[in-house]
């Protein structure tokens, strides 16, 4: 196994897809990573049904084109009632990612579905995580986040009140103030 570049000490922070990424790498580096940050993230693999949510995004995206995928994925990540306030922000990031690749996308969903669980990893690590979630976040329970972290001190839980899968845009302060007081 090789190590990251300049032998140094990492914090690592992931948004969704990215703390899958960053459990993997922890696990992969773990005398390199100081701290890890899983902001609207967790450790378990995909269920069943989350399987089969992922098999209908592949198959949208097969047929359809990535925008009509984003039209009613991208408010679906917020709280309602910020995606109601801010349809301008909504209309940006669909334009923003619109050109995104389809076979990205598909190749995404594909590796999502068929990830490990991390939550034996996640028990026995000495690397503190840092748990951001929203209240009203739609993708991952708060209360499932509480229930793998029960009894494990050296990580944190901060639930964002009225926030859904967006906390950067939902409340940038908020995830900045909890990410600061972690590391």
Known sequence: MSDLPGNTKFILVGHSMGGYVALAMAEQFSSQIHHVVMLHSNPWADTEEKKLGRERTIEFLKKYSVKDFLGPFIPNLFAPKFAATHAELLSNLIARYQNLSKDGLIASSIAMKNRPDYQLFLAKTKIPFLFIQGSEDTLISTDLIKE??????????????????????????????AINAFI
């Open 148 to 177: 793998v972290l029960q009894d494990k001190a050296q990580h944190k839980l901060v639930i964002l009140q009225d926030v859904g899968h967006q906390g950067q845009y939902e409340a940038p302060s908020a995830c900045f103030e």
